[in-house]
Nanobody, 132 residues
Framework: QVRMVESGGGSVQAGGSLRLSCAAS????????MGWFRQAPGQGQEREGV??????????YYADSVKGRFTISQDTAKNSVYLQMNSLKPEDTAMYYC???????????????????????WGQGTQVTVSS
């Protein structure tokens, strides 16, 4: 069974930085599209794609709102992905969830951030709070 564990969330002031980590276990030998969605506080908020990366070739997806501030990277030997978040803003406050897909390729991965229903494997989430 695929299991994903996130770490690295916390509270920072605007302009600060955080680094999130997600380690996946329970599968070997498969290329994967892994990355991050976030869900802002408030009833009815949907999960928003933040950044994704494909292990087989490095294709990436970034939400427009984080381009130039966030960087996703990976360690394929550890089935892990990382999200370096710089110049954080209060609107980045959310629960951040790691997601994974093992069935599709790089082109799909670079376009998959628009719909969380594309992903069937999720971590428990890690909270990021940015104060002004």
């Amino acid at each position: 069974q695929v299991r994903m564990v996130e770490s690295g969330g916390g509270s920072v002031q605007a302009g600060g930085s955080l680094r999130l980590s997600c380690a996946a276990s329970g599968y070997t030998g498969s290329s994967s599209c892994m990355g991050w969605f976030r869900q802002a506080p408030g009833q009815g908020q949907e999960r928003e794609g933040v950044a994704l990366i494909y292990s087989g070739g490095g294709s990436t997806y970034y939400a427009d709102s984080v381009k130039g501030r966030f960087t996703i990277s990976q360690d394929t030997a550890k089935n892990s992905v990382y999200l370096q978040m710089n110049s954080l803003k209060p609107e980045d406050t959310a629960m951040y969830y790691c997601a994974a897909d093992l069935a599709h390729g790089g082109t799909w991965c670079s376009r998959a951030g628009g719909n969380p229903r594309n992903f069937g494997r999720w971590g428990q989430g890690t909270q990021v709070t940015v104060s002004s």
